[in-house]
């Protein structure tokens, strides 16, 4: 008799970003150029001092490093949220981790046990489903819509979010700026949000992995910026983004809550450390000049303008202009994005090139939504996005007219 | 109102192993020498073709990985495992994760639900006790014992650990050669292990990243190749101890069970993938010649001899020399090692030198057992270990006649 998995694992929904590679290679291998618009994978180069770190690394044994992290890498960040947010930390308040995605798991396991919920505005980032799956945590989505530009429901946003508070609600959980939504919430929304957590006694877990790609001049407001809500909110920060360097895994869980952060310090022991190599990579990132990033910023904007305007065109599509981060949330004419996006990697090529995006249901909880849209990534080269776009809108024009018919 | 962490980050036990290193981090400040027996860091150097991959990068970008690994890297371990083994595995059987910590994390979260059970032979890697608390997983110990070398009860093994199972049993863990014990079971308690999984419908999850390193000539029988367990046994293997290399943090989850590799794959999406560096440089490791892993071996074993023998003349000491691994498992004549550690570190010092071992109790579920046990790691140079024996002589001379008195 084999043993059964377990249910935890059952529950864990494969991603959407992800779980169409396998069709994507298969696209590949059969000849076909596939654009990867699916992952937020940028294109922009590398800072060379990353390598250069690496490659200086002179010490003859590869050695476990300490849990909580590189000192030089920890001091790095703690220079930026001084310079860049006016926030002072101390070594204490961050702990560098395998990527926002291990800093997101952790979080998730400090603060909540199995059955207790969070609340997250949906459309969100997939991944937080998988984490919440398997951490047995229930997401209770507030939705938000595309007319709003993502934005809490403006008739009453405090509303929205108070009246899904329950007896198991241990916090909020929301990517900021947005993804798959590119929404950038402004300082009113930034404090709405953080009363409701002081007021409700809630922890405010805040995404902020693409703070540096707030467009048009827009302010940004950090979470943690707010000394009235120090206790309550969790930021989970990367290198991924911000230094186009997402093969290093190198994210950060900062909070001034002290009960967070030392009970974060033994999952995070229970993992031994992050990988050595990539710390030194990483630290080395933190002393790039600002200029870099004023570079990718406006490089970024101009991408997400040329997306924008491509598929502006494209027939039936609806979509806002996202405000952040790299991602493009759009509305198109077709019943199941998921059947469409099988049907883009198998059967359809323009000159022998085709498109995977994300299909948006499993950014979404509430059970129906989001089958009639897409997230695309805009951090590519502009020739690339307006070639994606042109694919899109054939492989549109044909899916409506192939054998069957209807869209 | 501040609000609570979850229960189960409570349930989750500091690190016995790396818990101490804050004392022993002031003990350096006060001017002291530390000699760190207390974590497996061997100071063997790394094969020198890890650094050259990882100089040798060229791509632009860092960019992410594919979520099942590196493909030169999984097939490097294909090969291994029929070469050394004698297993013929597929790319699905294996899944490259963030050292054998995340393997771990992962198997236990696609194998048991919280409440579930895993019956484990105690002493244990102390880090099974906290990702079994992290994941709401009893550990139901099999006591075994320094007079039996750390076997299994030798009466009746099947009997000892059939007699825990429950209905909430999902399988047994174990390392093998064991941490911190160094036993490496024979062919005939391998196969017996795999029986009662088989038998009982239980996992079999077999912890081998120190299977390199079994000495005076003895066999070592791998669970994944036991054909008849083959939909039950998970292995966690890992580069860090075969290659000196634990900064690397690369490891792997090896399995012929589909479901388990298809669910353990939903977790590795939700984390993106490992670093790409360090699996290029990981991948060229296991290209490494033999010789590197024999010399290492033959090494490692005139170093645990070394220790062994350092410490036998230490009265009032007892210990079994180890089989395998690089830990050697001693019991000392002081009631707590715990604050015997923590003495030694403020307290003590030989010369300016003082000695960090890891203190037993925490490697015991059974409450009570191993406070007077301690486990000290033999991989380092003979010179090293040597001395360290000699600090521990004086430091448990001193701490008997400390003030206060009795041990």
Chains 1, 2 share one sequence.
């Not at 993992?271 to 910023?297: H, M």
Request: net charge negative; proline share 7%; with cysteine.
């Amino acid at each position: 008799m084999n043993p059964p998995v377990s249910g935890r694992s059952l529950a864990v929904p494969a991603s959407p970003i992800r779980g169409l590679i396998p069709l994507a290679e298969r696209a590949l291998k059969a000849g076909k150029k596939v654009h990867f618009l699916n992952i937020g994978q940028p294109d922009v180069p590398t800072p060379k001092e990353y390598f250069e770190a690496v490659r200086s690394f002179s010490e003859p044994v590869l050695a476990y490093g300490g849990s909580h992290g590189n000192p030089a890498l920890v001091g790095a960040l703690l220079r930026v949220y001084r310079e860049e947010l006016g926030v002072s930390l101390l070594p204490e308040h961050v702990l560098v981790t395998a990527g926002g995605s291990e800093a997101l798991w952790f979080t998730v396991m400090v603060l909540c046990d199995p059955e207790d919920e969070l609340i997250v505005p949906e459309p969100f980032y997939a991944n937080y489903a998988a984490v919440c799956a398997g951490a047995g945590v229930r997401i209770v989505p507030v939705t938000t819509r595309t007319e709003d530009g993502y934005h809490l429901p403006p008739s009453d946003p405090a509303a929205a979010v108070e009246s899904k508070i329950t007896p198991r609600t241990k916090g909020i959980l929301l990517s900021h700026p947005g993804n798959p939504t590119g929404t950038v919430f402004t300082r009113e929304e930034v404090k709405l949000l953080a009363d409701v957590a002081v007021r409700s006694g809630l922890f405010l877990i805040a995404d902020e992995v693409y703070r540096d790609f707030v467009y048009d001049g827009r302010p940004f407001t950090s979470f943690c910026s707010l000394e009235e809500a120090k206790e309550h909110v969790v930021v989970i920060d990367s290198v991924s983004k911000r230094y186009s360097a997402c093969g290093a895994r190198i994210g950060f869980i900062v909070s001034r809550n002290r009960s967070v952060m030392e009970q974060a310090m033994k999952f995070a022991q229970s993992r031994g450390c992050t990988p050595t190599l990539e710390q030194v990579g990483a630290a080395a990132l933190y002393n790039v000049p600002a200029s870099f990033l004023e570079g990718v910023r406006s490089e970024y904007q101009a991408r997400r303008d040329t997306l924008c305007r491509a598929m502006e065109t494209i027939p039936g599509v609806t979509l806002r202009k996202p405000e952040g981060a790299f991602y493009l949330s759009a509305r198109i004419p077709v019943e199941d994005t998921q059947a469409f996006a099988v049907w883009m990697m198998e059967e359809f090529d323009l000159d022998g090139e085709t498109v995977l995006f994300a299909p948006l249901e499993g950014f979404y909880a509430t059970p129906g939504l989001g089958r009639d849209e897409i997230r695309l990534c805009t951090a590519l080269e502009k020739e690339t996005l307006a070639r994606a776009a042109e694919i899109l809108r054939a492989g549109l024009e044909a899916y409506r007219y192939r054998k069957g018919g209807s869209a």
